[in-house]
């Protein structure tokens, strides 16, 4: 069984920075790509950023790219978000997740295995 426990979250003015971390157990962090997704209030929960097992593959939601930089510790088995520029439209619930997958890693229904989830908060 993997567990994911996401960190970091808070509030923050717009045009500030945020940096979430997701901490993975177990053993087999290397096989899983991983992704961070965020629900708003009122919306679908939405892809934001993934990044492949080997890092050579990290797609991006629009709506973040130049913004969000995604990355991965396979020896520490943590998986990070860093977010600048942030809006209040970034205002959500992050999710990290892992995925068996090796190629629709922006898609939620590739993923196994999903944290609770930290709360992010954009003042303007």
């Known amino acids: 069984q993997v567990q994911l426990v996401e960190s970091g979250g808070g509030l923050v003015q717009a045009g500030g920075s945020l940096r979430l971390s997701c901490a993975v157990s177990g053993r087999t962090f290397r096989s899983y790509a991983m992704g961070w997704f965020r629900q708003a209030p009122g919306k679908e929960r939405e892809f934001v950023a993934a990044i492949s097992r080997s890092r050579a593959y990290t797609p991006y939601a629009d709506s973040v790219k130049g913004r969000f930089t995604i990355s991965r510790d396979n020896a520490k088995n943590t998986v990070s978000l860093q977010m600048n520029s942030l809006k209040p439209e970034d205002t959500a619930v992050y999710y990290c997740?892992?995925?068996?997958?090796?190629?629709?890693?922006?898609?939620?229904?590739?993923?196994?295995?999903w944290g609770q989830g930290t709360q992010v908060t954009v003042s303007s």
């Open positions: 997740a892992a995925s068996t997958s090796y190629d629709t890693i922006w898609l939620q229904s590739a993923y196994d295995y």
